[in-house]
């Protein structure tokens, strides 16, 4: 009996370090991520980095794409259509997990990625795509990061840092996700 194949996608600043970990040389998972190029450690040999404009190698299980400083909207879009749409129709998973992390978004105090709440709605249409296409629309998403927004909120009178854009990135993710 066959594992199910699932796929994992980890959308965030930060590596996902303890997935990578976990499924060093599991060919029952796909894995994609997008992360800084600064944020990234070698925790097993099948996992090797891109960048944007770099090719996927051919039948892989990790596809790490190192997302420049600055990175906006149609940038993460953009790598998820060249990148992961391809393997997730090779690979044909039967669910789809999000390790969903905002620390992304515009502004985020740990990170510098210009992505917007409208952003994470085009990229949460994108996996629901795959999950409606192979896996029966089944898609799980665990929130995993996402800190104060700097500079401060205009709209917050005295604060120096808000969680507006936070909540406004989970909002438009979960908006979608309905």
């Known amino acids: 009996h066959s594992a199910l194949p699932i796929l994992i996608v980890d959308w965030d600043f930060h590596q996902g370090n303890g997935t990578h970990g976990f499924l060093c040389k599991n060919e029952a998972a ?3 991520e997008t992360f800084s190029p600064n944020m990234y450690s070698t925790l097993c040999d099948d996992f090797a980095p891109i960048g944007p404009g770099d090719a996927v190698p051919a039948n892989s299980r990790r596809i790490n794409v190192r997302m420049p400083s600055g990175s906006s909207n149609d940038d993460f879009v953009r790598a998820f ?3 992961l749409v391809p393997a997730a129709e090779a690979f044909k998973p039967e669910l789809v997990l999000l390790s969903c992390g905002f620390d992304l978004k515009k502004f985020d105090t740990h990170g510098d990625f210009n992505v917007t709440a409208a952003g994470i709605s085009r990229l949460t249409r994108v996996l629901m795509q795959i999950a409606d296409q192979f896996a029966g629309g089944k898609i799980v998403s665990l ?3 996402g800190y104060a927004d700097w500079p401060r ?4 009178a005295g604060s120096a840092e808000t969680y507006s854009g936070l909540s406004q990135c989970a909002e438009s993710h979960v ?3 309905m």
């Open 175 to 177: 908006k979608t996700l």
């Open 30 to 32: 796909l894995f994609f």
């Open 153 to 156: 909120d205009a709209g917050v």
């Open 81 to 83: 259509g060249e990148k």
């Open 143 to 145: 929130l995993e990061g």
